[in-house]
């Protein structure tokens, strides 16, 4: 009998020999979709920003556009996207969120014309973007 406590029986005697199955990898299995969230600025005509986070980016700015969510955004008609974000870690794109929403008015609006220099709507072209680790 091998390692046993207060004198019990094994299933495994000494000379068994222990039988291993090989195991092989999966092949052809579908893989799972990355998840991309994003840190959005959304502006209404007259200037006024909204910045939210999303795991949807083009249906979250869907819902800004047909003012589908009541509260501030609908109140304020942001309806433009001027500037996003994507992130792979929803911690770290609610941290950025957060650390957008701090900042003074002058550093957003440095923050987006640094890339979107005219505030064109930038849902009008939503592609597949280089995932922020941070």
């Given at each position: 009998m091998v390692g046993l406590r207060s004198g019990g029986t094994s299933?495994?005697?000494a000379n068994t020999p222990l039988l291993f199955f090989p195991v092989t990898p999966r092949r052809n299995h579908a893989?799972?979709?990355?998840?991309?969230?994003h840190v959005y600025i959304m502006a209404s005509q007259s200037g006024v920003l909204?910045?939210?986070?999303?795991?949807?980016?083009?249906?979250?700015?869907?819902?800004?556009?047909?003012?589908?969510?009541?509260g501030f955004s609908q109140t304020y008609n942001t309806t433009k996207l001027v500037y996003?974000?994507?992130?792979?870690?929803?911690?770290?794109?609610?941290a950025r969120?957060?650390?957008?929403?701090?900042?003074?008015?002058?550093?957003?609006?440095?923050?987006?014309?640094?890339?979107?220099?005219?505030w064109r709507d930038l849902s009008q072209n939503l592609a597949p973007h280089k995932i922020n680790e941070s």
């Open positions: 299933l495994l005697r893989k799972i979709p990355r998840v991309v969230y909204y910045i939210g986070v999303t795991n949807h980016l083009d249906a979250r700015v869907m819902q800004h556009k047909q003012k589908q969510i009541p996003f974000e994507p992130f792979g870690d929803a911690r770290n794109a609610i969120e957060k650390q957008l929403k701090r900042w003074r008015r002058s550093k957003k609006i440095f923050l987006i014309e640094k890339q979107n220099s005219t």
